[in-house]
């Protein structure tokens, strides 16, 4: 098997179903950002407490695309995915083959393998349509 | 601060030229501008050079070509916009008084870069860029929430095809002189769903410049001068102050900026070029030029309102959809378009007695922002 490693390091923490992505609350302005940055990107505050996002959210758009890209081959689904906390998040998006996609359905967070790297497995962040009710 | 104005502009044919290469294409239309202003070229005093994919000091390139060496010479990268800044650069130049000549010039080669045949990605390394993002995905996506929310179907954004194709055949300068119907635009083959192929600019070889001088000059080399009345260039905003991810908030900002500086309003432009680098943005520009409110755009378009002979039309030169979008050409040959609209010398695709015209460019994916930049110019004659 191959060693799995995240395809950037801060992102979010785990890889299975208690894993979560790393975003940032500031504590003057209340501005959620992923990914965390050294100071708020709204009021520049540099009082930020780490959070762990939700795992769960709405479909805000969504394309299937037709070309391949540096690491993905087509047809391949992407979308723009909001979470409760008001973030929106970029995404792969699996599982869309079975659930034809739709504007505002539920969402759910995964990890996954997003593409090989010689013996290196990267694993990153999915959504996939949710089975079980969204946020 | 002076006023500044437009004394002479150029522009290559727009197209696929694999024969050619990028600094070629830069002279040519250099060369166009010089002899349309009736200068020499060593009268230039500075030049601004904007190329995305061209490789090093091709400014100086193009520049050495035409037998311009030994000045001020700043070479621009700002994507899509790329070409305004150029034009936004010289014009400081000019109004600040440091000078009193100088050439903007944008120049695209995407048949002989690394891009040619690809989707135009964010830069190596950006978290979207790796996750699959690219520059139709981006515009897919805001198509889809506009659809989807506004309940506007594929077949009005076609239109803005239907309408750009049929201009650009009436443009000696555009890459595709040929008209289409709204059911080939649907039906062809989708790219990043619900875009398809013939609602996307094509990728385009292609080079346009302008050259300014103080108004006050400007009688020494022309009876035509065009002047211009603002300009203005922003750099994204952050996604989460963008506040439906469809209709582009710095492009109403930007705009808004540039009717102030102008002291001009939307009712005023008589002939507009807009970025519409996928057909559904022409519709949302409108909004954000002020041409009409939320929910009246499809309505713009279909009454003929930005169509040749109505009040405001936009894209006559075919647009980025017909005429092509060499990219970071595309924000001068914008300028050049409407140059000659403002002097009555655009042929067939002529607006009667246009006096103001506005240019608008925006573009650049980066993780995090709505857009990289957007830039309006308005000019009048």
Redesign the interface.
């Known amino acids: 098997m191959k060693t799995g490693v995240p395809?950037?390091e801060g992102?979010f923490q785990g890889s299975d179903e208690k894993g979560s992505l790393l975003g940032a609350r500031c504590r003057q302005c209340g501005?959620i950002?992923f990914?965390r940055r050294e100071a708020c990107?709204?009021c520049l505050g540099n009082d930020l407490e780490l959070i762990q996002l939700s795992r769960k959210g709405k479909l805000?758009?969504?394309?299937?695309?037709?070309?391949p890209?540096?690491?993905?081959e087509p047809p391949?689904a992407?979308?723009?995915i909001e979470l409760p906390e008001?973030?929106?998040i970029?995404?792969?998006i699996r599982g869309w083959q079975e659930r034809p996609l739709e504007?505002?359905m539920d969402m759910a967070l995964h990890f996954e393998k997003?593409w090989d790297e010689e013996e290196k497995e990267v694993v990153?962040y999915v959504f996939r349509p949710s089975t079980n009710g969204g946020a | 601060m002076r006023d500044v104005a437009i004394i002479g502009v150029g522009s290559t044919v727009m197209g696929k030229f694999p024969e050619s290469l990028p600094y070629e294409l830069g002279a040519e239309a250099a060369r166009a501008a010089i002899q349309d202003a009736g200068i020499s070229p060593g009268d230039l005093q500075f030049a601004y050079c904007a190329n995305l994919y061209g490789g090093m000091v091709i400014g100086q390139a193009v520049m050495g070509e035409i037998g311009i060496t030994d000045i001020e010479l700043t070479n621009i990268e700002n994507a899509c916009t790329g070409g305004a800044t150029a034009v936004r650069k010289a014009w400081w130049d000019i109004a600040s008084g440091l000078y009193d000549i100088g050439i903007a010039v944008g120049v695209e080669s995407i048949t002989t870069s690394p891009m040619a045949g690809?989707?135009i990605?964010p830069a190596k390394g950006d978290?979207?860029?790796?996750?699959?993002?690219?520059m139709?995905?981006r515009f897919?996506?805001?198509q889809?929430?506009y659809m989807?929310?506004f309940n506007i179907s594929l077949e009005q954004i076609a239109q803005v095809s239907v309408k750009n194709h049929r201009n650009g055949c009436m443009n000696p300068y555009s890459q595709y002189r040929k008209e289409l119907t709204i059911e080939e635009i649907v039906n062809s083959?989708?790219?990043?769903?619900?875009?398809t192929l013939l609602q996307c600019c094509p990728s385009t070889d292609g080079a346009a410049a302008a050259i300014l001088v103080p108004l006050d000059l400007a009688g020494k080399y022309t009876s035509q001068p065009v002047t211009i009345a603002a300009s203005v260039l922003k750099s994204g905003d952050?996604?989460?102050?963008w506040e439906d991810?469809t209709f582009s908030d710095m492009t109403s900002k930007c705009a808004n900026s540039a009717y102030e500086m102008a002291g001009l309003g939307p009712e005023d432009v008589d002939v507009c070029e807009l970025h519409d680098a996928f057909a559904m943005n022409e519709l949302q520009h409108y909004v954000e030029l002020g041409f009409c409110k939320r929910g009246e755009e499809v309505r713009l378009l279909e009454e003929g309102v930005t169509d040749l002979g109505g009040k405001i039309p936009v894209n006559t030169s075919g647009g980025l959809l017909s005429k092509g979008h060499p990219v970071s050409a595309s924000g001068v040959a914008q300028i050049a378009e409407l140059v000659w609209q403002l002097r009555g010398q655009a042929g067939e695709r002529q607006v009667a007695g246009a006096k103001v015209a506005l240019a608008h460019v925006i573009g650049g994916e980066v993780?995090?922002l709505e857009s990289g930049a957007v830039a309006v110019h308005i000019l009048k004659r």
């Open positions: 395809f950037r992102l501005q950002i990914p990107l709204n805000y758009s969504y394309t299937i695309v037709h070309m890209s540096e690491h993905f391949y992407v979308g723009w008001g973030v929106k970029f995404s792969q504007t505002g997003l990153g | 690809k989707l990605t978290i979207t860029g790796e996750l699959g993002m690219n139709v995905a897919a996506l805001s889809r929430r989807d929310m083959r989708p790219i990043c769903e619900p875009i952050y996604a989460f102050r991810m993780t995090g």
